[in-house]
């Protein structure tokens, strides 16, 4: 099967279930913003979540696959399933082991944490106690998502992607059912959302045990620490933690501050955050994931025209759903935010501070997007060593940013921040692979982003025109959710129209994959 057909289909899967997790999700922050809005104890349990949730991106989206795919990839290749499986039993046993030390020492440090993850609480008492608490309480988690994240890395180097993809959604679910039917037995209802945390996570990782087991794996006490294959796992995940995870120590960074503006801040930040995820998740992250493997094959193959091919390919691709979706969720973010959160403890105040979040975060999309893409190329070549020092520049430019735009534009500021720091991230990266790999067809990823910013831009003004006619903020919820949808579908209309219009290839593509009745079909319709 072609590449890019493999591509498109493996990122098909993984999105499909992103997507039932983000709506499971948005599910989920509706339940818990009725419910706790932006409050004392939400801000509590948010900064609580942030160090798991953050560890849940780094390991579950990016550090343990990046680092253990092309080494797990290129021992099958060369040494067989018996030396694969060897490989896999050794690295289970010992990250086992480590994050069961982390899990011990983040419970017991658990109030420095928090000075270093919320100062600002400190003058708040009540709010520090309670979140140094559900941080202890939610620390295991940290255990059954890394060992869920290298049994998803298994799997998805066998081309397993669907079911490790679907394992967040049983997370939320959890969590929804603890908000619904634990919290309201509990003095202090917060606490339930946070033994939803723990079940779900552990929950994620035994979902996947079965399949690993079906493609042959049988758990043996085994711990090579020495063993060449471990070690040199080992000193690519330390920079890929740190190449992968800019965005996330910007949130947390952004976090740390937010705790110093007036109260709501943080819960402004998480919940744009949130939208901003969807789009991220449902195709970035999806991408990053289908697009690894793939490139750690040609790259163990040395067929670097192949591997220089399919990462043009993915980045055409993810502008192709960023750029609209960036100019969707600015001009729709009001109507948005009042649509699914608007009730109960969630006021018109912080629909207002969640949609300045939004547009910020907005800004930068197609660059958190476009790392979850290029980043695979550097770690497929096992080079980890750039991308790590292009995140250290960004991280130092984000919190410059931060210091400088907290003040005129608050939160905002911060969003605002960790976007321009990510455009910054991703141009360097984007320098860096076409210094490695040459060319990449440069002027047809800018001829079609061309094509991309004026579909987008007549989307826009058609959205903003509805939005402004029919929307009504102060309407019931069946009326707002109608004309909301009426708004995306007419939006999603004129860029489909217009995309045709400017006979955009990769619109001929995902049309032609989709009407497929066969594959031969597929691959005629690729784009070069």
């Given at each position: 099967?072609?590449?890019?057909?493999?591509?498109?289909?493996?990122?098909?899967?993984?999105?499909?279930m992103?997507?039932?997790?983000?709506?499971?999700?948005?599910?989920?922050?509706?339940?818990?913003?009725?419910?706790?809005?932006?409050?004392?104890?939400?801000?509590?349990?948010?900064?609580?979540?942030?160090?798991?949730?953050?560890?849940?991106?780094?390991?579950?989206?990016?550090?343990?696959?990046?680092?253990?795919?092309?080494?797990?990839?290129?021992?099958?290749?060369?040494?067989?399933?018996?030396?694969?499986?060897?490989?896999?039993?050794?690295?289970?046993?010992?990250?086992?082991?480590?994050?069961?030390?982390?899990?011990?020492?983040?419970?017991?440090?658990?109030?420095?944490?928090?000075?270093?993850?919320?100062?600002?609480?400190?003058?708040?008492?009540?709010?520090?106690?309670?979140?140094?608490?559900?941080?202890?309480?939610?620390?295991p988690?940290?255990?059954?998502?890394?060992?869920?994240?290298?049994?998803?890395?298994?799997?998805?180097?066998?081309?397993?992607?669907?079911?490790?993809?679907?394992?967040?959604?049983?997370?939320?679910?959890?969590?929804?059912?603890?908000?619904?039917?634990?919290?309201?037995?509990?003095?202090?209802?917060?606490?339930?959302?946070?033994?939803?945390?723990l079940?779900?996570?552990?929950?994620?990782?035994?979902?996947?045990?079965?399949?690993?087991?079906?493609?042959?794996?049988?758990?043996?006490p085994?711990?090579?620490?020495?063993?060449?294959?471990?070690?040199?796992?080992?000193?690519?995940?330390?920079?890929?933690?740190?190449?992968?995870?800019?965005?996330?120590?910007?949130?947390?960074?952004?976090?740390?501050?937010?705790?110093l503006?007036?109260?709501?801040?943080?819960?402004?930040?998480?919940?744009?955050n949130?939208?901003?995820?969807?789009?991220?998740?449902?195709?970035?992250?999806?991408?990053?994931?289908?697009?690894?493997?793939?490139?750690?094959?040609?790259?163990?193959?040395?067929?670097?025209?192949?591997?220089?091919?399919?990462?043009?390919?993915?980045?055409?691709?993810?502008?192709?759903?960023?750029?609209?979706?960036?100019?969707?969720?600015?001009?729709?973010?009001?109507?948005?935010?009042?649509?699914?959160?608007?009730?109960?403890?969630?006021?018109?105040?912080?629909?207002?501070?969640?949609a300045?979040?939004?547009?910020?975060?907005?800004?930068?999309?197609?660059?958190?997007?476009?790392?979850?893409?290029?980043?695979?190329?550097?770690?497929?070549?096992q080079?980890?060593?750039?991308?790590?020092?292009?995140?250290?520049?960004s991280?130092?430019?984000?919190?410059?940013?931060?210091?400088?735009?907290?003040?005129?534009?608050g939160?905002?500021?911060?969003?605002?921040?960790?976007?321009?720091?990510?455009?910054?991230?991703?141009?360097?990266?984007?320098?860096?692979?076409?210094?490695?790999?040459?060319?990449?067809?440069?002027?047809?990823?800018?001829?079609?982003?061309?094509?991309?910013?004026?579909?987008?831009?007549?989307?826009?003004?058609?959205?903003?025109?509805?939005?402004d006619?029919?929307?009504?903020?102060s309407?019931?919820?069946?009326?707002?959710?109608?004309?909301?949808?009426?708004?995306?579908?007419?939006?999603?209309?004129?860029?489909?129209?217009?995309?045709?219009?400017?006979?955009?290839?990769?619109?001929?593509?995902?049309?032609?994959?989709?009407?497929?009745?066969n594959?031969?079909?597929?691959?005629?319709?690729?784009?070069?």
């Amino acid at each position: 099967m072609d590449s890019k057909v493999q591509i498109s289909q493996a990122a098909g899967a993984v999105g499909g279930m992103t997507l039932i997790s983000r709506i499971f999700g948005f599910l989920r922050d509706t339940i818990i913003a009725m419910v706790f809005g932006s409050s004392m104890a939400a801000d509590a349990f948010f900064v609580a979540f942030r160090l798991p949730n953050m560890q849940r991106r780094l390991l579950g989206e990016g550090a343990v696959s990046a680092a253990f795919i092309p080494v797990f990839a290129e021992t099958l290749g060369e040494k067989g399933k018996e030396e694969g499986w060897s490989l896999a039993n050794s690295l289970l046993n010992i990250l086992c082991l480590l994050l069961l030390i982390m899990v011990a020492g983040m419970m017991v440090f658990a109030p420095w944490i928090i000075m270093g993850f919320a100062p600002g609480f400190l003058d708040q008492p009540e709010k520090y106690t309670l979140t140094v608490e559900l941080t202890r309480w939610m620390a295991p988690y940290l255990l059954f998502i890394g060992l869920a994240a290298l049994l998803m890395g298994i799997l998805n180097t066998f081309k397993v992607f669907a079911i490790p993809a679907s394992a967040p959604i049983l997370l939320n679910v959890s969590m929804i059912l603890s908000v619904l039917f634990l919290s309201p037995q509990l003095e202090e209802p917060i606490w339930g959302l946070a033994v939803g945390v723990l079940i779900g996570g552990a929950v994620q990782f035994l979902i996947q045990v079965p399949a690993v087991i079906k493609k042959g794996y049988v758990w043996k006490p085994q711990m090579q620490w020495k063993r060449p294959e471990i070690v040199r796992i080992g000193k690519l995940m330390i920079p890929v933690i740190l190449g992968l995870a800019v965005y996330e120590i910007n949130i947390l960074v952004d976090t740390i501050l937010a705790s110093l503006l007036p109260g709501g801040s943080i819960s402004y930040l998480y919940y744009g955050n949130r939208l901003v995820q969807l789009p991220l998740g449902v195709f970035g992250v999806a991408l990053g994931v289908a697009i690894l493997p793939l490139l750690s094959e040609q790259a163990a193959q040395k067929d670097f025209q192949k591997l220089t091919s399919t990462l043009a390919f993915g980045i055409r691709l993810i502008l192709f759903v960023t750029v609209p979706a960036t100019v969707g969720l600015a001009v729709l973010r009001f109507p948005i935010v009042n649509t699914l959160w608007e009730r109960g403890e969630f006021t018109l105040l912080s629909t207002q501070g969640t949609a300045s979040a939004l547009l910020f975060y907005s800004v930068g999309l197609c660059a958190f997007a476009g790392i979850k893409v290029i980043a695979p190329a550097f770690y497929s070549l096992q080079d980890t060593r750039t991308p790590a020092k292009i995140a250290a520049y960004s991280l130092v430019l984000n919190i410059l940013l931060n210091l400088i735009l907290m003040g005129p534009l608050g939160h905002g500021g911060l969003a605002l921040a960790t976007s321009l720091s990510a455009i910054f991230n991703v141009g360097c990266l984007i320098f860096c692979i076409r210094k490695k790999l040459g060319l990449m067809g440069g002027r047809k990823i800018a001829v079609s982003s061309a094509k991309l910013a004026v579909s987008s831009f007549l989307m826009g003004i058609a959205v903003f025109a509805i939005n402004d006619a029919f929307f009504d903020p102060s309407a019931n919820l069946s009326y707002k959710i109608l004309v909301l949808f009426g708004e995306i579908a007419v939006g999603v209309g004129v860029f489909l129209a217009s995309s045709r219009l400017f006979k955009n290839q990769e619109l001929d593509f995902i049309a032609g994959l989709i009407r497929s009745d066969n594959r031969n079909h597929a691959r005629r319709n690729i784009p070069e």
